[in-house]
């Protein structure tokens, strides 16, 4: 072989990888367009688990009603992580939500994906402050509406559709910077003006607004930090464009560095935190006090700690049992109506809870705050809560599967997708 025939020989070889190179990049692409991701479904299926115990707990323990699991004066370890694992839920739920439209925007123009999610960020508010405030309260005057993650997603979506031609990495760095200075907010004192402080609750400060005897708004949301969450997730959408091997590895390395990040953070008890962890009366619940992180609104060491876990567990999820990831991906494929369905089932079952307990209908108590208890006596431990919570589980499983098997059925019906 002559050094021409050679020089051919190494360009042929060298066009052939980057065709092949180039081919795996498409078909990556093409997966991204045409199929659902798995380890979003298993990762959104498990923290939507995770948040059925929490409204579980929420509405039928013993002590919902006086005492914060996490208030560490009266809290047990146990109930303490029965609180703390259901951290995970929202910024996890919130993170994907991003990732999902990044991975949607692909299939159609920039004009459709804003239309679609004004639609559904509207749609979304609309539905926070109707069904779900109702069956939180049962109360058909609606005196009190709670602004919760729904109506956060809501208003991220529709922040988001105003920036889609921002591109990814931008918008990813926005994210990074609100989420890493926030807390600075924090030393700015709500304002006396009722108008301006219902803006400071709307977007970035928790609290609580009394517009008459008849009516007030109470914010646990607030839009900037969980949209900014939302933001860094339709940054990440990138990656999952990736073969699933390189994608994994990145997640895992970013999951692991925010975990690490966290524990600087919290160990140095100067920043990130309104909240500072102390010594206990022992070393457990000295931890516990290093855990028990902000929420409300999530501090940057609370995004650390529980995105840090959420990316992690993206980075290995299709590496579970595939019987586990099969339930749990049934799951996380109907999240509105798992949501909707499992707030109804918790509900049912706390009739049934006060009813069994020796309650009569005229004992019950509705209206703000209320929830649909007596006032006192009634609820169960947390082995009790833990028992419901597996039956609100077990129950969704075949309505959710018969859910999502109808919706692929019928791609005609549009206003499945807001389901």
Not at 400 to 408: A, D, G, I, L, P
Request: with cysteine; glycine share 6%; hydrophobic share 55%.
């Amino acid at each position: 072989m002559d050094k021409e025939q050679l020089n051919f020989c190494t360009i042929e070889t060298a066009v052939r990888r980057k065709l092949s190179l180039l081919r795996r990049r498409i078909d990556n692409l093409k997966q991204v367009m045409n199929k659902r991701i798995l380890s979003i479904d298993i990762v959104r299926g498990l923290v939507m688990v995770i948040m059925a115990l929490d409204h579980v707990r929420g509405l039928m323990h013993s002590h919902a009603m006086t005492n914060s699991p996490t208030d560490l004066n009266t809290t047990t370890p146990a109930l303490f992580f029965s609180r703390w694992i259901t951290h995970l839920c929202a910024p996890a739920f919130v993170f994907l939500a991003g990732v999902s439209v990044y991975l949607a925007a692909k299939r159609k123009t920039v004009g459709e994906n804003r239309n679609f999610l004004l639609k559904r960020g509207l749609w979304l508010i609309v539905l926070e402050f109707t069904i779900v405030n109702f069956m939180l309260w049962f109360d058909v005057q609606f005196r009190v509406l709670l602004m919760q993650v729904i109506a956060a997603i809501g208003a991220g979506f529709i922040i988001l559709s105003l920036l889609l031609k921002v591109s990814p990495r931008v918008l990813g760095i926005i994210a990074v910077v609100i989420i890493f200075t926030h807390n600075l907010l924090q030393f700015v004192p709500l304002s006396e003006n009722q108008f301006a402080g219902t803006l400071q609750n709307i977007f970035f400060a928790r609290g609580l607004q009394v517009f008459s005897k008849e009516f007030m708004m109470v914010f646990t949301y607030p839009v900037i930090q969980w949209t900014a969450i939302m933001l860094l997730g339709y940054s990440f959408g990138r990656l999952f464009e990736k073969d699933a091997s390189t994608r994994n590895k990145i997640l895992l390395r970013v999951g692991l560095g925010a975990l690490a990040l966290f524990v600087v953070f919290r160990l140095l008890n100067v920043y990130g935190d309104p909240a500072p962890w102390s010594s206990q009366k022992n070393g457990l619940y000295t931890f516990l006090s290093f855990m028990n992180v902000t929420k409300y609104p999530p501090s940057l060491i609370f995004i650390l700690l529980f995105l840090g876990i959420s990316i992690t567990l993206l980075s290995f999820a299709e590496k579970l049992p595939k019987a586990v990831q099969k339930v749990l991906s049934v799951y996380g494929s109907v999240p509105m109506f798992y949501y909707l369905l499992h707030l109804m089932l918790i509900r049912m079952a706390v009739f049934i809870m006060v009813f069994v307990q020796g309650f009569h209908w005229k004992d019950l108590q509705f209206g703000p705050f209320q929830l649909g208890r007596p006032v006192s006596g009634s609820g169960m431990g947390l082995v009790g809560v833990l028992l419901a919570w597996l039956a609100v589980v077990v129950i969704l499983y075949p309505l959710c599967k018969w859910y999502n098997q109808y919706r692929r059925n019928h791609p005609e019906k549009e206003w499945l997708r807001y389901l």
